[in-house]
């Protein structure tokens, strides 16, 4: 599988999640775990309401096994739509297109291409079981936060300057997310998923110091538990909220390959 098309794979199976929600900017001080489980899925909430579209350029690194760099141009349009741009050394390489049914993309130096239902693309990762969507995705790429919590399911743990919400779920066959560590203003900091295949799977969120920005600074995704996974990182250079419609269509006479 070409690298490109993994990277992107590998997002969808880091965003397995209970159906999503998001924040404000308000700090907690001191509150009882069951308050902070409230105001975290209210926050959620309010920032599902106020998704918007936005454009914005990348910086994509993957190193371990394998090193290399390369551009990205991403539009998101909220519950509706994923549309990349590759570009190596300032060219672009291919496209891809993610709605909530179905997931495309060609690759310009073999000239090939992918489209499957994301069903398909469930089986093949083991998220039959969850609940699995665009949405999710959408909000792990922004630095949103993505899963509803409950005090049957997490314990929620105080720190100085954080907060943790720990699984009491066994490690199973489907993807289960273990950790998510949120700071005082309700921005994630790392999100720890686990199942018996993958083991464990870190993303890792960078804030800079200006406590309004909407988006992160960068995202890193790696595993400790597995010495074969490549590690990726993602570092955001500029966001626009704007609304367009992007251009996608596979070229003529180019081969299609399978995930």
């Not at 105001?39 to 309010?46: G, M, T, V």
């Not at 300032?90 to 049914?101: C, R, Y």
């Not at 693309?121 to 609940?131: A, F, Q, V």
């Not at 720890?192 to 988006?215: F, H, M, P, S, T």
Request: proline content about 3%; hydrophobic content about 35%.
């Amino acid at each position: 599988m070409k690298l490109y098309y993994l990277i992107f794979i590998l997002l969808f199976t880091i965003s397995c999640s209970k159906k999503t929600l998001v924040p404000t900017d308000k700090i907690i001080e001191f509150f009882t775990s069951e308050e902070v489980l409230n105001s975290y899925n209210q926050n959620i909430e309010n920032q599902e309401k106020e998704s918007k579209p936005v454009k914005f350029y990348s910086n994509i690194e993957i190193t371990k096994a394998n090193s290399l760099k390369f551009n990205t141009e991403i539009y998101i349009d909220p519950n509706k739509l994923i549309w990349v741009n590759l570009y190596y050394f300032g060219f672009s390489m291919g496209k891809i297109l993610i709605t909530e049914s179905k997931i495309e993309g060609y690759e310009k130096i073999t000239k090939t291409f992918i489209s499957e239902d994301i069903n398909t693309l469930k089986e093949i990762l083991k998220l039959k079981t969850t609940k699995f969507n665009l949405v999710s995705l959408q909000k792990l790429l922004l630095g949103k936060l993505f899963l509803n919590a409950n005090s049957e399911d997490f314990k929620c743990i105080k720190n100085d300057e954080s907060f943790n919400l720990i699984s009491n779920k066994l490690v199973g066959d489907s993807l289960n997310i273990k950790e998510v560590k949120f700071n005082l203003t309700y921005k994630p900091l790392e999100i720890v998923v686990e199942n018996k295949d993958i083991k464990q799977v870190n993303l890792k969120y960078e804030w800079d110091g200006n406590k309004e920005l909407v988006y992160p600074k960068s995202i890193e995704i790696d595993s400790p538990t597995n010495p074969k996974f490549n590690k990726l990182k993602i570092d955001h250079k500029s966001f626009e909220v704007v609304t367009f419609k992007p251009s996608f269509e596979i070229p003529k006479n180019y081969k299609k390959r399978k995930l």
